[in-house]
């Protein structure tokens, strides 16, 4: 069984920084393509970031409103997928949650509050 463990959420303060972490355990890690959500409240979870897994070659895309903000990263020694969050805006506010797009596998979401 695949287990995610989100870590690294909090509250920040205006243009503050965050990393998350998602932990996976049970499978083959590597192969997985891992994509991070968010929900807010009263709005529908949306994919925020997504990073390839296997290959040579890494495909990464991003929700147009984190570009040049977020970056997703992989380290695949650690079976651990990262979200680093800069210049943190108040309507990134929400839960995130990591994704194994092989197995379908959510993690139980890490709350992310940006506010003054």
């Known amino acids: 069984q695949v287990q995610l463990v989100e870590s690294g959420g909090g509250l920040v303060q205006p243009g503050g920084s965050l990393r998350l972490s998602c932990a996976a355990s049970g499978s083959i890690f590597s192969i997985s393509a891992m994509g991070w959500y968010r929900q807010a409240p009263g709005k529908q979870r949306e994919l925020v970031a997504t990073?390839?897994?296997?290959?040579?070659?890494?495909?990464?895309t991003y929700l147009d409103a984190v570009k040049g903000r977020f970056t997703i990263s992989r380290d695949n020694a650690k079976n651990t997928v990262y979200l680093q969050m800069n210049s943190l805006k108040p309507e990134d506010t929400a839960t995130y949650y990591c994704?194994?797009?092989?197995?379908?596998?959510w993690g139980q979401g890490t709350q992310v509050t940006v506010s003054s």
């Open positions: 990073i390839t897994g296997g290959g040579t070659t890494t495909i990464i």
């Open positions: 994704h194994d797009h092989r197995i379908g596998s």
